[in-house]
């Protein structure tokens, strides 16, 4: 057959390399488990920047449009992307194997959603948005493991006993996000307790006078 040229071998091996081929299963999930973990710190990084900038204009009606901005994108690029993973792996499971152009109506399901979580981010409040995308991203997830029991009757029930843990370890994963979204969704759309002033110190008697003489 024809020989690859070098940009499709180095665009292979890079796919290769994102998609943990080289790895065995254990692998495969350390090397998961420290990609979310790192995605997790920038993204907490970056919330806490803004959160701190965000307090020097509370007492303030708007939000400085840099500001806003960054909140925007802040959304878009963590809550709204977790959105346009689920609905790619809806769309996989929704679009039957035999229609022309599966794979692109898997992809164009990702954009979609991950286009409608930012145009989301901008109407909504930032707490509110945060809260209802990590909701209806929970919701997502957590259902997966059933839509796939639907979709390919090989739901959990079937790939424990049968002992496929490839698929089982799927279902689980997206359960245990769904169930992690569901928490951190709580906490955002829960209304933050206003933080009391702490009263003045009291003046002892005879403090006024030493100070006027």
Known sequence: GKPESGAMMTAFSFAGLHMGNFAGPWLRWLYFFFGVAGTAVIGTGLVMWLGKRQLKHAKSEH?????????????????????????????????????EGRADW?????????????????????????????????????????????????????????????????????????????????KMLRSPKPVAKRPRAAKKPGTETAEAS
């Open 106 to 186: 898997e992809v164009n399901a990702f954009f979609i959603a991950w286009g409608l979580s930012l145009v989301h981010a901008v109407l909504r409040s930032g707490r509110r948005a945060w809260g209802e995308q990590l909701a209806l991203g929970a919701l997502a997830f957590a259902l997966l493991p059933l839509l796939n029991g639907l979709s390919t009757h090989r739901g959990l029930n079937h790939s424990l006993l049968e002992g496929d843990w490839a698929m089982a370890g799927f279902d689980l994963t997206a359960l245990a996000t769904g169930l992690f979204l569901a928490w951190l969704a709580g």
């Open 63 to 99: 939000m400085p449009g840099e500001l806003r901005l960054v909140e925007v994108l802040n959304i878009a690029s963590m809550s709204g992307l977790l959105l346009a993973v689920a609905g790619f792996f809806w769309a996989n499971r929704l679009v039957p194997i035999g229609v």
